[in-house]
């Protein structure tokens, strides 16, 4: 199986090249991803807890859906294609903000990516790829911005950043 691609780009979210993966997060080289934020008709944030065997953050609770464009395809595209891979759903998706972020991890590799944030609506459960998922569950903003302040160690590095950064994005 060949190792997927991620578009490497610069600091205006141009795309400069493209790498595998892994060696992207080996040499911590920016480049082009997504974090999508679900909400159900109670404002609840549908949460993920990673995958237990993932390359990082494996077990930790982050945003409903993230991960990578591909070559060609738009962050929406993306999103709709990955939320589907991940959680077993699709939904209308709506950019709202942007950023770059870098975050080393304990295995050494680190995350430095040009964050595009999408959210969405959806009210049923998801079919979860347990794959990549080990569970879900929805909650309330404010209760995830307590929760984080208190077991910061529970949640992504990416997660933290949005919600210290970027909360007033996070609504349709």
């Given at each position: 199986m ?33 974090s ?13 807890q ?6 990082h953050?494996p ?9 990578h464009?591909?070559d ?11 939320l ?8 209308p ?24 944030v ?13 794959d ?12 995830v ?8 160690e ?19």
């Open positions: 060949q190792e997927e691609m991620v578009i490497l780009v610069n600091e205006k979210d141009e795309q400069i090249g493209l790498m595998p993966k892994m060696e992207a997060h080996q040499k911590a080289i920016l480049h082009r991803a997504f999508i934020f679900i909400f159900n008709d109670k404002d609840e944030l549908m949460l993920q990673r995958a237990l065997h993932k390359y953050s077990g930790l609770w982050t945003n409903t859906c993230c991960s464009q591909r060609g395809e738009t962050s929406l595209e993306a999103g709709s294609r990955r589907q891979e991940e959680m077993g759903f699709t939904t998706l709506k950019e709202t903000t942007s950023f770059i972020y870098k975050a080393p991890f304990d295995n050494g590799l680190t995350e430095h990516e040009f964050d595009h999408m959210v969405g609506r959806y009210n049923d459960e998801p079919v979860i790829n347990k990549e998922v080990n569970a879900w569950k929805w909650m309330l903003l404010e209760d911005k307590k929760d984080i302040k208190l077991n910061p529970n949640y992504s590095a990416w997660f933290k950043i949005i919600f210290d950064k970027f909360y007033e994005h996070l609504s349709l």
